[in-house]
């Protein structure tokens, strides 16, 4: 999920957990905990392109860090207020809480999660929710301005606190839900459009769980399209060749199998007018006004490569298209509200 989303959840979390006994210190050391796992991004500029999607959401965010080191942070946090030895309970159930709940929430994001990194590499991803909803946030920042505003004394954002979370899970458990009929309904598409395929992504485009991407594959491509469930009675899609013959130069270089790798195939190759081959990972959507409104894919991530002449790769990473401007936020509203 987006960093907003883990600060507003570990908020929740310190408040209901320590709000009462230390007052907003709760809140901050929420925030914080919850948004442990993302100091992977400081040091992924250590690392290439291609090493970097592995290592982002990797050993950071797998258990085996959980569950060394929240004690210890727990542990200092008690230091720092000469809290009682008591009192490292409540740090540590915040601590350890807050930063569960980043794992849970990132583990239903398209990217994929390490959760048992280091003794398994399998990247764990449910494509359920978006990495931005609004439904599933909306909660979590009113119960934080209420925890902001209020009193040490007052029982209403410890009120809220439970309400926002909730409600929260519950709209998770709505995605789990709905991401099955989205699939189920895909694959009818499918059948009724005469595409025969091996397998299927289904994946909710940022903001709602109401607007989806599906992806199916074949033997020599990709079928893709957009679908808005609340509009929407048909899926349009467009077919996209893999081109895996552009890479026949390349195939055993160590970056390019790592993208393989992180794409999980669902990847498809060309070249720009620079005759660089560009590698686009068809598992994310874009936010852009075309991503949304067309039954295409574009704005995804992309990696441009080209071979130096000592037989290496230099990567060039562009991230999707998920700015949450007005033009996209409005284009997004009348997908999903105003049948084509």
Not at 47 to 55: E, R
Not at 116 to 127: G, K, N, Q, T, W
Not at 258 to 268: A, D, E, P
Not at 282 to 300: A, D, Y
Request: glycine share 8%; with cysteine; proline share 4%.
């Amino acid at each position: 999920m987006d960093s907003l989303t883990h600060v507003v959840m570990g908020m929740a979390i310190g408040e209901l957990t320590l709000g009462k006994k230390v007052g907003k210190k709760a809140l901050l050391w929420g925030a914080l905990a919850a948004n442990i796992p993302d100091i992977d991004g400081i040091f992924q500029y250590l690392f290439s392109p291609a090493s970097s999607t592995l290592f982002h959401r990797g050993i950071s965010h797998s258990l085996l860090l959980l569950a060394l080191l929240s004690p210890l942070i727990a542990l200092g946090i008690n230091h720092l207020y000469k809290s009682n030895r008591q009192s490292w309970k409540g740090w540590f159930r915040l601590v350890f809480f807050a930063w569960t709940s980043h794992l849970c929430l990132d583990v239903f994001n398209t990217y994929g999660t390490g959760l048992l990194e280091p003794f398994c590499h399998v990247r764990i991803a449910y494509d359920a929710i978006g990495i931005s909803d609004l439904f599933f946030i909306v909660p979590l920042i009113a119960t934080a301005l209420i925890s902001l505003i209020s009193r040490k004394t007052s029982k209403v954002p410890q009120i809220a606190s439970a309400v926002a979370l909730s409600l929260s899970f519950l709209y998770m458990g709505f995605t789990i839900g709905n991401k099955q009929n989205i699939e189920h309904f895909a694959e009818n598409e499918l059948h009724r459009q005469g595409v025969s395929y091996t397998r299927i992504l289904t994946s909710p485009l940022p903001i709602t769980n109401f607007a989806w991407m599906i992806v199916a594959e074949d033997e020599n491509g990709f079928w893709k399209g957009t679908y808005s469930m609340t509009t929407e009675d048909v899926i349009r899609f467009d077919y996209t060749p893999k081109n895996y013959e552009l890479a026949l130069e390349i195939e055993d270089i160590k970056d390019f199998k790592t993208l393989q790798r992180f794409s999980k195939g669902y990847y498809v190759l060309r070249k720009d007018i620079n005759d660089n081959i560009i590698l686009s990972d068809l598992r994310f959507g874009s936010l852009s006004s075309n991503g949304i409104t067309q039954g295409t894919l574009g704005g995804g991530l992309n990696f441009t490569m080209q071979t130096t002449p000592d037989g290496k790769l230099e990567i060039e990473r562009s991230h999707p298209k998920r700015n949450v401007t007005p033009v996209n936020v409005k284009h997004y509203i009348k997908r999903i509200l105003k049948k084509s």
